[in-house]
């Protein structure tokens, strides 16, 4: 099965920006749809960005949506999150996940998960 590693998270101010990075290993990213979701302390996994296979379809959380950017380079076997202007509320683990089917954007629509990396973002 797929193997995720993030990267690319950690400390910035408010209206800052941060790319983060996700390569996946033991497959081709291609036949997967991919994802991002992160989780706050004491709260539930939330589904932030996602993209189809082949790039052409995306899917952001209201909260993200118009900041954030999702990309994918299935050559390289990466996927991106660009975030900017970033606020305190985004703070979380930010988590990489890919999933079979070429449909549905949800946390519950992944099956292959990251181990995450931390974002932080002070006001």
């Known amino acids: 099965q797929v193997q995720l590693v993030e990267s690319g998270g950690g400390l910035v101010q408010a209206g800052g920006s941060l790319r983060l990075s996700c390569v996946a290993s033991?497959?081709?990213?291609?036949?997967?749809?991919m994802g991002w979701s992160r989780q706050a302390p004491g709260k539930e996994r939330e589904f932030v960005a996602g993209i189809s296979r082949s790039g052409g379809t995306t899917s952001y959380s209201e909260y993200v949506k118009g900041r954030f950017t999702i990309s994918r380079d299935n050559a390289k076997n990466t996927v991106y999150l660009q975030m900017n202007s970033l606020k305190p509320e985004d703070t979380a683990v930010y988590f990489c996940a890919a999933d079979n089917r070429d449909w549905g954007f949800s946390v519950g629509s992944y099956d292959y998960w990251g181990q995450g990396t931390q974002v932080t973002v002070s006001s």
């Open positions: 033991r497959r081709s990213l291609s036949t997967y749809k």
